[in-house]
Each structure stands twice: as C-alpha cells, then as structure tokens.
C-alpha cells in the first residue's frame, strides 16, 4: 500500500504541476506578456512615434512637391529668358543688317556726290 500511495502521490503531484504550467503559460502568453511587451514597445517606441515616422513622411512628400513645383518654376523662368534671349538676338540681327544697308546707302550717296 505504501507504493500505491506513493505512486498515487507521485501523480497527483505531476498532474498538479502540469495544470500549474498550462495555467502560467495561459497567463503569461494571454495577459501578462502581452502587457508586458506592449509596454516595453511604448517605452522604446511610443504610439506618437509611430505618428511622427507618418508626419516624416508627409513633409518629405511636402518637400517633394515644393522641390519640384521649385524645379518647375525655375525650368518656366529659364525657358522665359531663353525666349527673350533669342527675340533680343532677332534683334540685334536685324539693327545689325539695317546700319549695314545704311553704310552702303551712305557710301552711294557720297560716292555719287563726288
């Protein structure tokens, strides 16, 4: 009798034991750690930056856009000047070819003076 009783405590005991870590890891897995945890990832990184990483972003893309509406002014007033430099050169081509026409008109007029 005295092995069944120890057999009979020897089982009850690892039953016990086995129903205690079930019950530990349920808590631990369920509650605990998920507590836990999600308290040393708002230590190391809390919800607001997560919402700074998205504000980051947005004023990259701000900066983005302003970059490139900056870029396209600039190509605008660039194609402007262009534009202008050309029209001057017509221009000056075209003052260039009068005051030649004038010269030779003025040499004639002198040549046939003489």
Known sequence: MNRYSTVLLLGTLTLSTIAHADALDGLFDNSIVGSISQAINDAYKPADSRDDDRDDNRWDE???NRNDDSRRQYEDRHRQLEDR?????DQQRQLDDQRRQLEEDERRLDDDYR
């Open 62 to 64: 701000q900066d983005r």
């Open 85 to 89: 430099r050309h029209q001057l050169d």
